[in-house]
């Protein structure tokens, strides 16, 4: 079965980065919508970074900041976080889509598969 694994969180200060990786095991995502998703206790789920066959999307928060890459040889997506800040707490999902491209919104409903999370705590 399709298995979606976070790793690489943990806590920071403000202005250092993490690299969090998504490990995907059961299928290959590499032609399809993958993207990272945060989500603060209470609040709803929002995409920060997506990608798809040559293109990515980055909200307005993280962009400049963040970078999503994929490697499709090692079957892993990641995110490069540099210059974090205090805001940027929160659980972070990578998910995966079957579809070919990442549709407009980003909304939790497009992903097929998601992983378990994994915390992001930066300190000012």
């Known amino acids: 079965q399709v298995q979606l694994v976070e790793s690489g969180g943990g806590s920071v200060q403000a202005g250092g980065s993490l690299r969090l990786s998504c490990a995907v095991s059961?299928?290959?995502?590499?032609?399809?919508?993958m993207a990272w998703f945060r989500q603060a206790s209470g609040k709803e789920r929002e995409a920060v970074a997506a990608i798809w066959p040559g293109s990515t999307y980055y909200s307005d928060s993280v962009k400049g900041r963040f970078a999503i890459s994929q490697d499709n040889a090692k079957n892993t997506m990641s995110l490069q976080m540099n210059s974090l800040k205090p805001e940027d707490t929160d659980m972070y999902y990578c998910?995966?889509?079957?579809?070919?491209?990442?549709?407009?919104?980003?909304?939790?409903?497009?992903?097929?598969?998601w992983g378990q999370g994994t915390q992001v705590t930066v300190s000012s």
């Open positions: 998910a995966a889509s079957y579809r070919t491209f990442c549709p407009y919104g980003l909304r939790t409903g497009t992903f097929n598969y």
């Open positions: 059961g299928y290959s995502f590499s032609s399809n919508c």
